[in-house]
């Protein structure tokens, strides 16, 4: 289910991280996760950044550069893709490749550090936040392939495998204790989208004071309100879309697991048949009334989300960028609204 602290979080990332003036604001959270000082520079525009029907595995929030020269992506993913990490190794290998002009030596491919900021159950472990990395280790000595004495003075890096990219994936939804480091500190501010006053975390307190209602903009007070109007036709919709799918989900599921299994136990056996039948008919069941429900509910969310916003004046545009509508689906909703589900 999405959750309201998600929402909320979509809406302070792009206000609080993507403008110069609070680059200290970005600057503390990659300092606290990287565990190292980080100055930001400068925001680039991406051909990810953009709207481009042709590239829509790529779709990042934030690409900033470093003092170093190095480039840091930085995008915060609310909806379930069974293929997420294929993006993320995408999104970095097609980030080199518009970073470097033709013709230029390979010295010259950026380091590039990944970090992804997840409100869905990614992959299969018990920790909320993993690091990647590439090692070259030997097969027979067991030791780690270090760069030259003259590539470590050229490059600043000591292991062949700094030279790659880095991945940080943040499972926000998987973080339930309570806040000990300075990195326990921001995992829960992006779950709850509060500040304790004594964070300690770099950047928190910029953040705090950035997010008082009376430090917004007339037009970013609307917006932020209009989300939080909207969460209370999304928490009902997407639940009752959920269970509609699971119960339409398990009832096709059962029938066609008995079909099936009366045709193998043509084969093997009529009793062993229909056991197995049944048995995968109830795990189809459960997988396809779950795909279902969730696709239900996330397109009745995006649609009542962009009816309260049509409601409330804000822009076809920005509806479009805040619900992943396209123009044509916000426009017939603008000449034939309906009623919120």
Same mark, same amino acid.
């Given at each position: 289910?999405?959750?309201?602290?998600?929402?909320?979080?979509?809406?302070?990332?792009?206000?609080?991280?993507?403008?110069?003036?609070?680059?200290?604001?970005?600057?503390?959270? =990659?300092?606290? =996760?990287?565990?190292?000082?980080?100055?930001? !520079?400068?925001?680039?525009? @991406?051909?990810?950044?953009?709207?481009?029907?042709?590239?829509?595995?790529?779709? $990042?929030?934030?690409? /900033?550069?470093?003092?170093?020269?190095? %480039?840091?992506?930085?995008? $915060?993913?609310?909806?379930?893709?069974?293929?997420?990490?294929?993006?993320?190794?995408?999104?970095?290998?097609?980030?080199?490749?518009?970073?470097?002009?033709?013709?230029?030596?390979?010295?010259?491919?950026?380091?590039?550090?990944?970090?992804?900021?997840?409100?869905?159950?990614?992959?299969?472990?018990?920790?909320?936040?993993?690091?990647? &990395?590439?090692?070259?280790?030997?097969?027979? +000595?067991?030791? !780690?392939?270090?760069?030259?004495?003259?590539?470590?003075?050229?490059?600043?890096?000591?292991?062949?495998?700094?030279?790659? *990219?880095?991945?940080?994936?943040?499972? $926000?939804?998987?973080?339930?204790?309570?806040?000990?480091?300075? =990195?326990?500190?921001?995992?829960?501010?992006?779950?709850?989208?509060?500040? *304790?006053?004594?964070?300690?975390? *770099?950047?928190?307190?910029?953040?705090?004071?950035?997010? #008082?209602?009376? #430090?917004?903009? #007339?037009?970013? =007070? &609307?917006?932020?309100?209009?989300?939080?109007?909207?969460?209370?036709?999304?928490?009902?919709?997407?639940?009752?879309? %959920?269970?509609?799918?699971?119960?339409?989900?398990?009832?096709?599921?059962?029938?066609?697991?008995?079909? #099936?299994?009366?045709?193998?136990? %043509?084969?093997?056996?009529?009793?062993?048949?229909?056991?197995?039948? &049944?048995?995968?008919?109830?795990?189809?069941?459960?997988?396809?009334? %779950?795909?279902?429900?969730? /696709?239900?509910?996330?397109?009745?969310?995006?649609?009542?989300?962009?009816?309260?916003?049509?409601?409330?004046?804000?822009?076809?545009?920005?509806? +479009?960028?805040?619900?992943?509508?396209?123009?044509?689906? !916000?426009?017939?909703?603008?000449? @034939?609204?309906?009623?919120?589900?």
């Amino acid at each position: 289910m999405i959750k309201e602290s998600l929402i909320r979080f979509d809406w302070a990332a792009k206000r609080l991280l993507r403008q110069k003036a609070n680059f200290v604001v970005l600057e503390g959270f =990659l300092s606290t =996760l990287l565990n190292e000082k980080i100055k930001i !520079v400068r925001m680039l525009e @991406s051909e990810a950044n953009k709207e481009n029907p042709n590239d829509k595995f790529n779709r $990042v929030d934030m690409l /900033a550069e470093n003092s170093r020269g190095e %480039l840091v992506i930085i995008e $915060v993913q609310n909806n379930r893709e069974l293929d997420y990490f294929h993006r993320i190794l995408y999104g970095t290998s097609k980030a080199i490749t518009e970073y470097i002009v033709e013709g230029e030596l390979f010295r010259k491919v950026r380091k590039i550090f990944s970090i992804s900021i997840v409100y869905f159950d990614l992959g299969q472990g018990n920790d909320y936040v993993y690091h990647g &990395r590439t090692e070259f280790k030997g097969m027979h +000595c067991n030791d !780690v392939l270090r760069l030259s004495a003259s590539q470590q003075k050229q490059f600043m890096y000591q292991e062949v495998g700094d030279l790659f *990219p880095e991945y940080y994936i943040l499972r $926000v939804e998987e973080f339930n204790q309570k806040a000990v480091t300075q =990195l326990d500190e921001w995992i829960s501010f992006l779950k709850t989208n509060k500040i *304790p006053e004594n964070a300690t975390a *770099p950047g928190l307190a910029e953040a705090r004071e950035r997010l #008082k209602r009376d #430090k917004m903009s #007339k037009d970013e =007070l &609307r917006a932020y309100e209009t989300h939080l109007e909207a969460l209370r036709y999304q928490k009902s919709v997407i639940s009752t879309g %959920l269970i509609e799918g699971r119960e339409e989900g398990l009832k096709e599921g059962f029938q066609e697991g008995r079909e #099936k299994g009366l045709q193998e136990g %043509l084969q093997e056996g009529l009793q062993e048949g229909l056991k197995e039948g &049944r048995e995968e008919g109830l795990q189809e069941g459960l997988k396809e009334g %779950l795909e279902r429900g969730e /696709a239900i509910g996330e397109e009745k969310k995006a649609l009542n989300i962009a009816l309260k916003m049509l409601q409330n004046g804000v822009p076809i545009e920005g509806i +479009c960028e805040y619900t992943g509508l396209s123009y044509q689906q !916000v426009e017939a909703l603008k000449v @034939s609204p309906r009623q919120p589900l």
